[in-house]
């Protein structure tokens, strides 16, 4: 049993003994989340009834509790993490839920979608909610996105709520259609929590902005750096916005996905693609990096492209996925001069 579509999201248990994965396909004839075994790469559970591809997952840190996104109307669905029976569903307005994070005590989800929700009355751009999770409610909707809302993240503590937006919108005029530039593709809010939700506060950091597409978002371990993913891969400085570092991935400069290793001594940046549908695959990587210098340690090369990858809860191993259901384990150097690394279990791609 593997996926046979593009595996867009991966997430590992709070001991990173588990991770769950999601793909999609055109089809739509891949609709079940894994539950893998780490490092076998063997599957142990099936997350079963989402009625389009998954587009995004989350364990949450305390257990108990996988979430999963859903394209098209979708939704979010939340599965017990021991049985893998579903418990809950929250979010049925959703369109395409492309990001899913839980805070750091579990009773928070951030959602981050799309914004042209056909089963929404009015398209008022809410495409960043949060949600309490043990009441399946809606507490707060945290401003107003032209584009979507991509990836999503609390900082350690919980107090900050972090989204990135694609950036782009479709202006739609009454004889012709254009993409539209949005500024503002990082947003941050002040979390306080209430007894019955929050109190969220936007903290407008007008330098902190991609050009567009911030496909992966994630604080520092002590909450004072942000590392974004997308159209370049910066780390910023959380209080005054300001771009301490960057990390250059390439042919293109663009990173399907990104991620942060727990102790935050490492970035990871997964790439690569077609130029059209049927050409050969360029640029497929996986690529670890100095947190600090911003120097590449090693890079790891897919036969396809990388679309999501996540760090092990030590941070010893990353597993990393992407087109056509290939799935890797990738044990990290044992130093930064970088030593021998062996690759741990592979699930080849289907193709």
Not at 210 to 225: D, L
Not at 231 to 246: A, H, N
């Amino acid at each position: 049993m593997k996926h046979i579509g593009e595996i867009k999201t991966i997430s590992l248990s709070p001991d990173g003994s588990l991770c769950v994965t999601g793909a999609m396909n055109y089809q739509s004839t891949d609709r079940s989340a894994l539950v893998w075994n780490v490092p076998s790469l063997s599957v142990v559970g099936e997350l079963k009834g989402h009625t389009d591809g998954i587009y995004s997952s989350a364990w949450s840190p305390i257990g108990g509790i996988i979430a999963t996104g859903g394209g098209g109307t979708d939704h979010v669905r939340l599965w017990d993490d021991t049985s893998y029976r579903q418990i809950g569903e929250i979010g049925r307005d959703l369109f395409i839920v492309d990001a899913l994070a839980f805070s750091p005590d579990g009773r928070f989800l951030l959602t981050g979608s799309a914004n042209n929700a056909p089963a929404a009355s009015v398209h008022d751009g809410s495409c960043f909610r949060v949600w309490d999770v043990r009441r399946r409610k809606e507490v707060a909707r945290l401003g107003v996105h032209l584009s979507s809302v991509r990836s999503v993240a609390f900082s350690r503590g919980g107090r900050i709520a972090a989204c990135g937006s694609s950036g782009q919108f479709m202006s739609r005029g009454k004889t012709e259609s254009e993409d539209v530039f949005c500024p503002q593709t990082i947003r941050l809010w002040d979390i306080t929590p209430r007894f019955w939700g929050i109190r969220a506060t936007e903290k407008f950091v007008e330098a902190m902005e991609h050009t567009s597409w911030v496909n992966s978002i994630r604080f520092s371990p002590n909450g004072e750096y942000l590392f974004t993913a997308g159209r370049g891969c910066f780390l910023w400085e959380v209080t005054s916005g300001r771009m301490v570092r960057q990390f250059h991935t390439g042919e293109s400069n663009y990173a399907n996905c990104g991620d942060l290793s727990p102790d935050g001594r490492y970035v990871a940046t997964g790439s690569g693609g077609q130029d059209e549908p049927g050409a050969p695959y360029r640029n497929c990587f996986v690529r670890l990096w100095d947190a600090s210098t911003g120097r590449e340690i090693v890079r790891w090369k897919h036969e396809y492209a990388v679309t999501a990858l996540a760090f092990s809860a030590g941070g010893a191993v990353i597993v990393a996925g992407g087109h056509h259901g290939e799935l890797r384990i990738w044990k990290l150097p044992d130093s930064a001069s970088g030593s021998p690394v062996q690759v741990v279990g592979t699930v080849p791609g289907s193709f």
